[in-house]
């Protein structure tokens, strides 16, 4: 089984180009940063201290991922039920730090999605892919971009969604999250040294996906 793992800050584009080139490989596309958002969702709905590791980690023992949809665009489902747009609200987003931070709900987050690439070629995107999950991975990305063109792509999907942005705001938002990914004990935000680094700022997504390509082809 191949596996291409693409890490990278909030905003850099990771989720367009990962389902982009994992249609064109025919592999599956695995959005681990959904698989953190879900427990996140999880917790919250069942009232849960966000400050309660122990419970937390007991919640993600408990867990069952699973996938509808096509392999290169999956819809994540917990415990069989669709999760869809409500992982991506701004109170998720910003909770999603207390469930990434620990350790132990890492490990079984961790082996989860291992076991989801063990049965299938796959194109994983996240913050720890490349360093963490698949280490032994045959092509690795780091893909990164210039906190104002992050800022400027988040506010346009937001915008999108129909929700109201303050650029100022999402942009020391984006600072803080990326304060938290890099500071993070286990799983942080690091370029692997295998990994190829691209910077996205003054790429479309289908130039940033041909460069991909290009590296895949040679590989
Ligand atoms: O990629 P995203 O914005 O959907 O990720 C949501 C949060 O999940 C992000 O703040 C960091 C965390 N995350 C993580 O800790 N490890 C990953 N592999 C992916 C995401």
């Known amino acids: 089984m191949s596996a291409i793992t693409i890490d990278g800050p909030a905003g850099a584009g990771k989720s367009t180009v990962a389902k982009a080139l994992a249609k064109e490989l025919s592999f599956f596309y695995l959005d681990t940063g959904a698989m953190y958002r879900a427990l996140t969702l999880k917790a919250m709905r069942a009232g849960l201290d966000l400050n309660d590791e122990e419970s937390l980690v007991a919640l993600a023992k408990e867990t069952t991922f699973d996938f509808k949809g096509t392999a290169a665009a999956p819809v994540i489902t917990l ?16 909770n999603t730090y207390y469930i990434a931070r620990i350790p132990a709900l890492r490990a079984v987050v961790v082996e989860a999605q291992q076991q989801i690439g063990q049965m299938r070629d796959i194109v994983i995107e996240g913050r720890d892919t490349g360093t963490v999950v698949f280490p032994e991975a045959d092509v690795k990305f780091f893909l990164d971009a210039k906190l104002e063109a992050r800022s400027h792509r988040r506010a346009k999907d937001l915008k999108e969604a129909g929700r109201s942005v303050d650029i100022k705001n999402l942009k020391n938002e984006i600072q803080q999250r990326d304060h938290s990914d ?14 190829i680094y691209i910077d996205s700022t003054d790429l479309t997504p289908e130039q940033t996906v041909e460069v991909m390509l290009t590296y895949i ?3």
């Open 182 to 195: 890099q500071t993070r004990d286990t799983g942080a935000l690091k370029k692997a040294d295998d990994a």
């Open 217 to 219: 082809k040679n590989y």
């Open 79 to 94: 415990d069989g039920k669709d999760v869809g747009d409500d992982i991506r609200t701004p109170e998720v987003t910003n």
